[in-house]
């Protein structure tokens, strides 16, 4: 008998109506385990449920978005740099409404940060330095469930598998808000007001099923933190330094 455990962010709304964020799915002797994850946790989130260390235990090989060991390589940080930053002759000022532009230095003026350190950024690197500071200001920057099995399955020398190569994520990074740079980074901002709501509900020890806004219908508050999460997960993948 042949055990999987898919450790992947899953799609937030198919969370909100599960009571748990780990699922088996079994044909004939094979099961395949599916955990949907956080990549980024904090400190009093661990340990982790039970379910995920159960299915762990019984997986004999651990499948994760992409090659989590290379995500740190210089090489690898060099490329994504020169993709997700502007050439010469093209900032973010040259692509953002004024209005938008105003309002991105109104935030990083009251987070103390220099607009001028990000001019550069296209619009996915800004978001997801934003997300990263707006995470580490929260003390959400512990490792997440991934990474935790990662080592885990490293040191217990289990087969690796990823669903696909970070050539393919830098190349999804690289075009998401092509065209469309004023609506990404008006949304990031929207974003950055609920995160505090958000960072709460995404807790991996939280039932999802309950979640819910005080204000607005339940349908509009899965749709906002739906949004905040999207944030958290290119956050996780891609550290940037600057």
């Not at 002797?29 to 260390?53: C, K, M, N, R, W």
């Not at 009251?110 to 997300?131: E, S, V, Y």
């Amino acid at each position: 008998m042949r055990f999987f455990l898919v450790l992947a962010l899953l799609v937030w709304q198919s969370l909100a109506h599960a009571d748990t964020s780990v699922w088996k799915v079994t044909k004939g002797e094979q099961s395949l385990f599916i955990g949907g994850t956080l990549h980024v946790l904090a400190p009093s989130d661990y340990p982790l449920p039970a379910s995920f260390s159960a299915s762990y235990q019984q997986a004999q090989t651990l499948v994760f978005e992409t090659d989590l060991s290379a995500l740190s390589t210089p090489d690898l940080q060099l490329k994504m740099l020169s993709v997700l930053t502007y050439p010469k002759g093209k900032d973010l000022k040259s692509v953002l409404k004024e209005k938008t532009y105003q309002r991105l230095n109104t935030y990083c003026q009251a987070r103390g940060l220099p607009l001028d350190n990000f001019r550069k950024f296209k619009p996915a690197l800004l978001t997801i330095t934003l997300t990263m500071i707006e995470l580490q200001r929260m003390g959400i920057s512990s490792a997440g469930v991934d990474e935790h099995f990662y080592k885990q399955a490293t040191k217990d020398g289990k087969p690796l598998l990823e669903l696909e190569t970070n050539e393919q994520q830098l190349q999804f990074l690289a075009a998401m808000g092509e065209g469309q740079e004023d609506q990404l980074i008006s949304s990031t901002l929207d974003d950055m007001g609920i995160f505090e709501i958000a960072s709460r509900c995404l807790s991996t020890n939280n039932e999802t099923s309950k979640v819910d806004l005080a204000d607005g219908s339940s349908q509009h508050g899965n749709a906002l933190l739906a949004s905040a999460a999207s944030n958290c997960v290119v956050a996780r993948y891609f550290v940037f330094p600057f």
